[in-house]
């Protein structure tokens, strides 16, 4: 290991992460009572120009008055680039109370965006003598953002994860694609030609670089990597298949921008018995091992060695987490 350590953010359950628009009242007790681990109430692209102010303001009530039980609660700000951001960290933050947990930064560039917010909170907490200190969650979703995306992930001590906006991250490169997360049938391979058997054609993952490089940043710096929207609402499988492609790459779980998503990922992204049970037999096998003055060993035909207690534990760990 380095000399280094990256020092973890706080533990929190973050498989589903529910998006609630500002201007829907009507959705803010239903997604309270669902089962999402965590929540994010939207001032940002869900609501429109006109409906910000009014957004703000249900959002301080609904933080203030509904009861949220155990969920992770967070408010996704506007951009630094607009007018509205400002306010909606300095009266999210001076009028509701302690409740809310985390604060989304949407479209961070650079490491700068993220100090600016953590001066402006710190003053807050500071004058209005906020006992809880609060978190902030980055979204990269922009060139810039993904350029710069190791500085931001180390740019303060507020930072607990790092989230992918699939949707805004495709304008901003120029990607020739209108969905939301998912694959594109333009973005595949196709066998050679010369090949003996028929020409096959495979579709590819075209998040997969985004995905693995946020993937990278958020760990090195103790952070959740978290996966961003998938649009399709009515194609449980894709969103599945999506969940399931990040969570192998090391997210820790996913958005729900629809109520129905919110089991799916839950499910993703908590081990199955039979994963659990696995794990659990090479922590055994290894401890044997070790215990007998072995690091490698053969558990069902396969190399088990030290690396692999680090790996059964990050599965241990997770299912634990879950249990608790
Ligand atoms: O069965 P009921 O009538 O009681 O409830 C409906 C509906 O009210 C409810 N519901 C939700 N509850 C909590 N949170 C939600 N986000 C939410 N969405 C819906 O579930 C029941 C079924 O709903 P539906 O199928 O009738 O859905 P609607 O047509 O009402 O709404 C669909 C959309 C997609 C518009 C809605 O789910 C929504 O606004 N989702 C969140 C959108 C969002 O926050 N976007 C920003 C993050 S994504 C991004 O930034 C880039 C793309
Ligand atoms: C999320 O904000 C996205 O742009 O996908
Ligand atoms: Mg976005």
């Known amino acids: 290991m380095s000399f280094t350590t990256p020092t973890p953010a706080p533990a929190r359950l973050n498989r589903s992460e529910l998006a609630v628009p500002g201007s829907r009242i009507e959705l803010f007790e239903k997604a309270a009572k669902s089962k999402a681990d965590a929540i994010f109430l939207d001032l940002e692209d869900a609501v429109a120009p006109r409906d910000k102010e009014q957004a703000r303001k249900n959002i301080i009530s609904a933080i203030n008055d509904i009861d949220w039980g155990d969920k992770v609660l967070s408010v996704r700000i506007n951009g630094l680039d607009t007018h509205y951001m400002y306010r909606d960290v300095v009266d999210v933050l001076e009028q509701a109370g302690d409740r809310i947990d985390l604060i989304m930064i949407p479209k961070v560039g650079t490491a700068s965006d993220v100090y600016a917010l953590d001066m402006l909170a710190t003053q807050i907490e500071a004058a209005?003598?906020?006992?809880?200190?609060?978190?902030?969650?980055?979204?990269?979703?922009?060139?810039?953002?993904?350029?710069?995306?190791?500085?931001?992930?180390?740019?303060?001590?507020?930072?607990?994860?790092?989230?992918?906006?699939?949707?805004?991250?495709?304008?901003?490169?120029?990607?020739?694609?209108?969905?939301?997360?998912?694959?594109?049938?333009?973005?595949?391979?196709?066998?050679?030609?010369?090949?003996?058997?028929?020409?096959?054609?495979?579709?590819?993952?075209?998040?997969?670089?985004?995905?693995a490089r946020m993937v990278v940043a958020a760990r090195a710096n103790g952070l959740r990597p978290i996966d961003g929207p998938f649009g399709d609402f009515s194609d449980p499988q894709g969103y599945r298949a999506q969940a399931a492609r990040a969570m192998v790459l090391g997210c820790e779980g996913k958005w729900a921008i629809h109520p129905s998503q919110i089991a799916l990922a839950n499910d993703v992204y908590s081990p199955s018995d039979a994963e659990i049970t696995k794990a659990k037999r090479i922590l055994e096998a290894m401890e044997k091992a070790q215990n007998e003055g072995s690091g490698a060993v053969a558990l069902d035909g396969r190399l088990i060695d030290i690396a692999s207690i680090k790996q059964a534990e990050v599965m241990v760990h997770q299912a634990n987490v879950i249990a608790a």
Request: glycine share 12%; hydrophobic share 35%; net charge neutral.
């Open 128 to 211: 209005k003598g906020r006992k809880k200190r609060i978190g902030f969650e980055l979204i990269i979703e922009t060139a810039l953002g993904m350029q710069n995306i190791h500085e931001i992930a180390a740019a303060s001590k507020r930072n607990e994860s790092l989230h992918f906006g699939v949707a805004d991250y495709a304008a901003s490169t120029k990607a020739m694609t209108t969905g939301i997360g998912g694959p594109n049938p333009h973005y595949g391979v196709l066998t050679d030609k010369d090949g003996d058997a028929a020409r096959d054609y495979h579709w590819g993952d075209m998040w997969h670089y985004a995905i």
